[in-house]
């Protein structure tokens, strides 16, 4: 039983002659907890604009809540956002810059203070109504914003890179809380972020996006664990990608050998690219593992040690090991053929998945 | 080092007995006896005296106040407006072009504004007097103030605009709720500055008075005409006192106001 509340059809934007946005499609359900995850400059901003209201698609559609909004302007939208900067009004208290959406609605006086307060204590800033915005810590500020939107109790939230002005304890905090209040209210929330560890710890989605286009949809597990193509792999996190190429389906040799792996529907001798994540592999004696590797350097991480070991054909690997290796001695690196992750060049999402349904299946079964 | 702030001491020194000398020479001859500016031959308040009994003079007064005053106050709403215009313009080209268009106005003489006013008013016959005047000072102080108050609108961080549209207000809530309160120093300022450009202003006043109306500026010049006395001296040093007065209380209301925004913020800390 899942509703749609924002729809893309086929959006496309264009700036004078760039196109920022290429036919982007999807479909946000009530209740979750979305990310939009790219680097700067890859049209995660204009997605946000598109649907609040602050510019128009040159092609496409927008719908919320099964409405076309394209022609709606952003005042007439039930949708809010936080913005990067805050964007709070200098010239009010707390509590009036909360109680702003409600007054431009002519609210009743007594339902303004009890939803502003409400809000407020939301975001534990119940003592503050009467501060001035002015010397507030950016922490601070940010709780104001997102008091600010929510009091309007929108359908969706919007959240343009919240956290990126923040310290990174204050990061992981404000993490926690809005994820914990996103569950709470069971509003949408759009957040847009280039940070891959934001994205994987608060999302139920995370879209990856690449030049004005979403290259890969799904749970921070899929993809993390199933990347697309090597551009996602690299974005998602710290992994090993190496070239290699495919022997027969289940089949892979890379690093000068043949393994076992569970990635199949490839045809065989093409070329494609391999990817193990640094914590799946495991240091042992050089007769042990599956190849044998010299380790180049290390460093102490607290929770483990990074160690960049080079195979005999010049690829390098990078292990997190709980255990201390000793530099410049050749070792094996052991590892689970589950845990090779095959990535063909140029497949597209829907191809992507659509092999990997077919092939996990048959090898369940 | 010493030798340096020596010498530039001295020149400050110099050019600011240049400023002020007339000044002084004419505050001390108001109250000179001789009843010339030739020799200073004994002290008297004579001539204040004159100045406050000539009941023409208070009424040029008065009416030079009500002129400043209504020229600037109109001058600001419709230059608030027609700078939050310019600010709104998207090209880029055009908001140049309209902001030059002010600029040339601002820059160019008052003769001839003046006379080109006086131009039109004949034109359309239209009769000379108080509107006239109040008419022509609303329109060079225009420029003034959008000048003063572009500033203070491109200080606004347009993220807050998107905001309040967000939060669901239209734009004449946009303007009224944020815009104004956030640029009201800026249309300040610019409301004090017309204020003393029509107070100040002598040329285009001179050509587009009748003959019922005139300012304290013309009055002094056509009594200065007419042969020197020492009551326009007496009337010079009380506006020049009232101008000191003036940028003193100016002055420690910009430090009060400083002082409860610090205060304000020691409270948010
Ligand atoms: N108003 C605009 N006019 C022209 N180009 C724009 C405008 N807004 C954004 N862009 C361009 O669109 C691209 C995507 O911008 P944006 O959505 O803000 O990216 P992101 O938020 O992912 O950093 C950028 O290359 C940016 O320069
Ligand atoms: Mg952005």
Known sequence: ?365 | MTEKMKWSKLYLFFVFILLYTPIFYLILFSFNEGGTMNHFTGFTLEHYSTVLQDSRLIQIVVQTLLLALLSSLISSIIGTLGAIGIYYVKNVRTQEVLLNANNILLVSPDVIIGSSFLLLFTIVGFQLGFVSVLLAHIAFSIPIVVLMVLPSLEEINPSMLKAAEDLGANGFQILWHVILPNILPGILSGFFMAFTYSLDDFAVTFFVTGNGFTTLAVEIYSRARRGVSLEINALSALLFIASLLLVLGYYYLSIYSRRMKKVKRGVAE
């Open chain 1, 1 to 365: 039983m899942t509703e749609t509340i924002v729809t893309f059809e086929k959006v496309r934007k264009e700036y004078d002659e760039s196109t920022v946005l290429k036919e982007v499609s999807f479909q946000l359900e009530k209740g979750k907890f979305y990310t939009l995850l790219g680097p700067s400059g890859c049209g995660k901003t204009t997605i946000l604009n598109l649907i609040a209201g602050f510019t128009e698609a040159t092609v496409g559609n927008v719908l919320i809540d099964g409405k076309k909004v394209n022609e709606i302007p952003a005042h007439k939208r039930k949708v809010n956002t936080v913005f990067q900067d805050y964007a709070l009004f200098p010239h009010m208290n707390v509590f009036d810059n909360v109680a702003f959406g409600l007054r431009m609605k002519k609210t009743p006086k007594a339902e303004i203070k009890t939803k502003v307060e409400e809000a407020l204590g939301m975001v534990r800033l119940k003592e503050f109504a009467n501060r001035s915005i002015v010397g507030m810590s950016g922490g601070q500020k940010q709780r104001v914003a997102i008091a600010r939107a929510l009091v309007n109790e929108p359908e969706v939230l919007l959240l343009d890179e919240p956290l990126s002005a923040l310290d990174l304890k204050l990061r992981t905090d404000m993490q926690y809380e809005l994820s914990e209040l996103q569950k709470r209210l069971g509003i949408t929330f759009l957040f847009v972020t280039h940070d891959q560890e934001e994205a994987l710890a608060m999302s139920d989605e995370i879209f990856v996006m690449q030049d004005g286009a979403i290259v890969q949809k799904g749970t921070p597990n899929d993809i993390y664990d199933e990347p697309l193509n090597r551009y996602v792999a690299e974005f998602i996190g710290e992994s090993n990608i190496v070239e290699g190429h495919m022997v027969s389906d289940y089949r892979v040799a890379f690093a000068g050998y043949e393994f076992d792996c569970i990635d199949g529907g490839i045809p065989s001798s093409e070329t494609i690219d391999v990817i193990i994540r640094p914590e799946d592999l495991e240091i042992t004696s050089a007769d042990k593992g599956k190849f044998v590797a010299k380790v180049d350097t290390q460093l102490f991480r607290g929770v483990h040690y990074e160690i960049i070991l080079y195979d005999q054909e010049g690829n390098e690997w990078m292990v997190h090991s709980t255990k201390k290796a000793k530099e410049g001695s050749t070792v094996g690196i052991d590892f689970d053929g589950a845990s090779i992750h095959v990535m063909r060049k140029n497949e597209s999402e829907a191809d992507f998945y659509k092999r990997l349904d077919t092939y996990t299946e048959i090898l369940e079964g």
